[in-house]
């Protein structure tokens, strides 16, 4: 059976051949900039599908924007920006950075107590940027 990667690898391999000598000239067009009207689309199309509480289009929606993010990382590797690995990597560590009673020794603690720390490490994350 298939797997997550598998079907993953499917797509990445889809988009690199979109852009690629033989791919299609749309694709190969667009740029940060230009992809952006299209994010704002399918967020809307996948708030209306949540909204409509139609799984069935909402999976469709939250496809097209994977392909958008996956094409928007592939045209950043191209420009030497940053690449898929990087967003993988940064988001993973991320979510592990904002989960210590799940990846450390933190507390469980109230849902409430756990979005204050969220936000508290979040906030930490921030300052760091700017510093």
């Known amino acids: 059976m298939p797997t997550d990667a598998h079907h993953f690898s499917l797509l990445l391999h889809t988009v690199r051949s979109l852009l690629g000598p033989d791919g299609c000239p749309w694709d190969q067009k667009q740029s940060t900039l230009s992809l952006k009207k299209y994010f704002r689309e399918e967020f809307a199309e996948i708030i209306t599908a949540i909204d409509n509480n139609d799984p069935e289009n909402l999976c469709e929606e939250?496809?097209?924007?994977l392909f958008l993010v996956i094409l928007?990382?592939?045209?950043?590797?191209k420009n030497g920006t940053f690449t898929l690995q990087d967003i993988l990597r940064n988001i993973n560590e991320k979510m592990i950075r904002?989960?210590?009673?799940?990846?450390?020794?933190?507390?469980?603690?109230?849902?409430e107590e756990l979005e204050k720390q969220w936000r508290a490490i979040k906030s930490q994350e921030k300052e760091k940027k700017t510093n």
């Open 72 to 77: 928007m990382a592939e045209i950043n590797k």
């Open 98 to 111: 904002r989960h210590p009673h799940v990846f450390a020794d933190g507390e469980k603690g109230t849902e």
């Open 62 to 65: 939250l496809g097209d924007m």
